[in-house]
Structures are given as C-alpha cells and as structure tokens.
C-alpha cells in the first residue's frame, strides 16, 4: 500500500504564509501527476494546484501568484508554498498522487490521497 502523509498546516493570520508537504511512504515505484486539494465548511472539494514528475505545474485561479506547487521526485514529497494568505483560504488540505506500485508480479496504478491537514487563517 502507498501512503500520503501531510504536515505543515496550522493557524496563521491572514497575510502570512504557510509551507505545506507530502511524503508518499510504502512500495511506490513511480508517481505521475502530484496534486493539492482543499475543501472549506459548507463547499466542495476544490484543487488548488498539480505538478507533474516534470515539474509542470498548474493553479487553480483563486491561488495563482500565490501558492507554488514544487515536489522532490528524489523523497516522493510534494510542497505547496502558501503567501498572502486570506481568510477564503480556510480549509482542509488533501495530497493526491497518482501512484504506482509493485505487488508480486503485478504492477497497480492508484488514485492515492492523504487524509489532509488543516490550514485556519484569521482576521
């Protein structure tokens, strides 16, 4: 099995910054596209930035200019630098990968996602 793990998030005022990561853990072989998610109270899940394994990399609108998406192919980890922070920007963080795997003989190609990690920004 692969695993995303998160840690970065937290409470921070609004204007401030927060770096978020990822590390994929387990028998991964190769990850293709690296993605964040968010999803606030009340709304749908929304992605926020993806980055493929040659670093080509995409925003949502409501984050471009500032959030960059950056990953380490070398630690499997994705990154998501976060500035100018506002309260919109509330919600919790998924990691999704897309994941490939060994098991025996059999090669298995997965939708993998964290369990997410909270970024709270106050006024």
């Known amino acids: 099995q692969v695993q995303l793990v998160e840690s970065g998030g937290g409470l921070v005022q609004a204007g401030g910054s927060l770096r978020l990561s990822c590390v994929a853990s387990?028998?991964?072989?190769?990850?293709?596209?690296m993605r964040w998610y968010r999803q606030a109270p009340g709304k749908s899940r929304e992605l926020v930035a993806q980055i493929t394994s040659a670093d080509d990399a995409r925003y949502g609108d409501s984050v471009k200019g500032r959030f960059t998406i950056s990953r380490d192919n070398s630690k499997n980890a994705v990154y998501l630098r976060m500035t100018s922070l506002t309260i919109d920007d509330t919600a919790l963080y998924y990691c999704n990968a897309d994941t490939f795997r060994v098991q025996g003989t059999t090669g298995i190609s997965e939708d993998t996602w964290g369990q997410g990690t909270q970024v709270t920004v106050s006024s």
């Open positions: 387990g028998n991964v072989l190769t990850i293709n596209v």
